[in-house]
């Protein structure tokens, strides 16, 4: 009864160690430093890029 127990802990044991799904080197990610805050507020009410005024040419359609 002993052997069953210490086989089935060793087993248990080896697959909770084998079996954890991470490959290769553990290390930590380089995080990426947090961009500058703007220099100048965002414009408001200013459309960007800026729309061209659509041309309404019927003369040549309506014929």
Do not use: Q
């Not at 954890?20 to 200013?46: D, H, Q, T």
């Amino acid at each position: 009864m002993i052997a069953i127990l210490h086989r089935a802990f060793s087993i248990s044991l080896l697959i909770s160690l084998v079996g954890c799904g991470i490959r290769g080197p553990l290390y930590m990610p380089n995080v990426p430093p947090v961009p500058p805050a703007p220099s100048e507020p965002e414009p408001k009410g200013k459309l960007y890029p800026p729309v061209a005024p659509a041309s309404t040419n019927t003369s040549s359609s309506a014929k």
